[in-house]
């Protein structure tokens, strides 16, 4: 963070005044980003931080249910204007996968920003975004090593890397593993290769397909996730 950032927080602080976040957002889709994004306004103390509100810059892949799941905490908005305006309100922004350049300077008021890199160099799209924030942005954080790589050089050297946690309540049984594969039509006596996560090009998910399919046949995947590919997956999983 950027000493004129860190001041801008702790004035508020001082003053006794909640520090106002909001985030900033190319879309709301099921994925690792979204999640990682909502738990940390959800960790937020309450006391200390006032969530104002999440601006979607982009209109396509935008999901109602993670869309409701951000609503729950603050309003959404969506297009490049609300992101301006949202940004004016706020002492502390939030964001990925978005050109800070196309809307801070526009906002009156030069809020604290960071940028959280969730995919490496291989994706192209992540590498401009970030490169043309770079000048905009007072903290990037990755959430591996290998998500250094699309940060800009000069900038990875103060870069923090928060890894994804678990939380444990959300991955305890609620049905019985009968119960489950009944619903799924599997056999109990199958061997279950489970494959969870955002059905995407980046995520290479026909490969997973190919694995179980060159197991023997007492072997059954399971995809669970949602993405542009579903459809095309799932096809490709009867064709082989």
């Known amino acids: 963070m950027t000493a004129a950032a860190d001041q801008r927080i702790h004035s508020a602080t001082r003053r006794h005044v909640r520090c106002r976040v909001g985030v900033v957002t190319p879309f709301l889709y099921p994925g690792g ?7 940390v306004l959800g960790g937020l103390d309450p006391e200390r ?8 810059t982009t209109g396509s892949m935008n999901l109602e249910m993670m869309s409701r799941r951000y609503e729950e905490l603050a309003p959404v908005v969506h297009g490049r204007e609300e992101a301006i305006r949202l940004t004016s309100r706020c002492d502390v922004v939030l964001c990925w996968g978005v050109n800070v350049g196309s809307f801070l ?59 994804h946690a678990v ?30 996560g955002r059905i995407a090009p980046e995520k290479r998910p026909q490969r997973f397909v ?11 995947g399971v995809m669970v996730g949602a993405g542009l590919m579903a459809d095309k997956v799932r096809t490709y999983a009867e064709r082989v």
């Open 105 to 163: 300077p526009h906002a009156g008021r030069s809020p604290a920003v960071v940028m959280a890199s969730h995919s490496t160099s291989e994706m192209p799209y992540a590498t401009f975004t970030q490169a043309r924030s770079s000048p905009f942005v007072d903290r990037f954080v990755a959430v591996s090593r290998a998500a250094l790589s699309s940060i800009p050089p000069d900038r990875r050297a103060d870069t923090l890397i928060i890894h």
């Open 167 to 196: 939380d444990p309540n959300r991955i305890h049984a609620t049905r019985s593993r009968a119960e489950v594969l009944g619903a799924w039509g599997i056999d109990p006596g199958r061997m279950i290769i489970g494959a969870l």
């Open 49 to 56: 931080f006032k969530i104002v509100g999440t601006a979607v």
């Open 33 to 39: 980003a979204e999640q990682a994004t909502l738990d």
């Open 210 to 220: 190919d694995v179980v399919a060159a197991l023997p046949q007492d072997f059954v």
